[in-house]
């Protein structure tokens, strides 16, 4: 790994998914929808599908909006999603990819390449930056609700099949091969961890720092692509403020 925290991400831009509940309630309950139509409705039964409760559980998604989203599959309800990915470069040359889910391809990518063209980024082709990003399997082990020292989390996810460890003071992140990322989760709960954040992800290779002049204008892109209803996930290579010292 290059050293890059995810979780210092997702820490730093919580406060302002929190003000977007509503919206990310909505993106999650496409996914819900399409992954239960996909490969049916018990989560036990579908792995994709338990990926996306775990999310919405993080998220803080009521149980009704699950349980309601669950039923519209069940339902044979005839709405469609595609799944589309998006790549470019954000301000400052950052390797970008977008993850949409959308029934309507050509307002999406219209929507997406706004927010790149107008906030000093551009778009690539198919491929032009998804070789950048490796799909891990990845978890969060908040260390103020888990004792266990770093040897001890160390040797037990070791055993349990994951590939690296990066310990800060707030967390511990756990990285995994795809197909070892359901084993390590549940080996870990199975351990009596309290798991903080467990998904599939795509991790940068390598990071590049935003230069000083341009991360408003960087940031503000990312928010935009976020705001869209059609945006599942955006993944950068930006260099967090750690990174950069």
Do not use: C
């Not at 996306?52 to 999603?81: C, F, Q, T, W």
């Not at 266990?148 to 511990?172: F, P």
Request: proline residues 2%; glycine residues 8%.
């Amino acid at each position: 790994m290059s050293g890059h925290s995810k979780w210092h991400n997702i820490q730093g831009r919580k406060g302002a998914q929190d003000a977007k509940r509503g919206k990310i309630f909505q993106k999650l309950s496409r996914e819900l929808f399409m992954a239960a139509k996909a490969g049916g409705s018990d989560p036990n039964d579908n792995a994709a599908l338990r990926l996306i409760v775990d999310k919405a559980r993080a998220a803080n998604m009521p149980k009704d909006n699950i349980k309601r989203a669950l039923k519209k599959a069940d339902g044979g309800s005839e709405e469609h999603y595609d799944e589309v990915t998006y790549e470019g470069y954000a301000p400052g040359g950052v390797a970008v990819l977008v993850e949409t889910l959308t029934d309507n391809k050509n307002r999406t990518a219209s929507a997406v390449r706004v927010a790149f063209t107008r906030n000093g980024g551009s778009m690539g082709s198919s491929g032009s930056v998804a070789y950048m990003f490796d799909r891990k399997g990845y978890l969060v082990l908040d260390r103020s609700k888990n004792s266990q020292d770093e040897d001890t989390v160390l040797m037990d996810i070791m055993d349990l099949g994951a590939d690296d460890l990066q310990t800060s003071d707030d967390a511990y992140e756990i990285y995994t091969d795809v197909k070892d990322f359901a084993a390590v989760r549940d080996g870990l709960t199975e351990k009596g961890y309290e798991i903080a954040n467990a998904e599939l992800t795509m991790i940068p290779q390598n990071t590049t720092p935003v230069p000083e002049e341009k991360k408003e204008q960087f940031e503000h892109m990312i928010d935009q692509l976020e705001d869209n209803e059609d945006v599942s996930e955006v993944y950068t290579a930006a260099a967090d403020d750690d990174d950069e010292e």
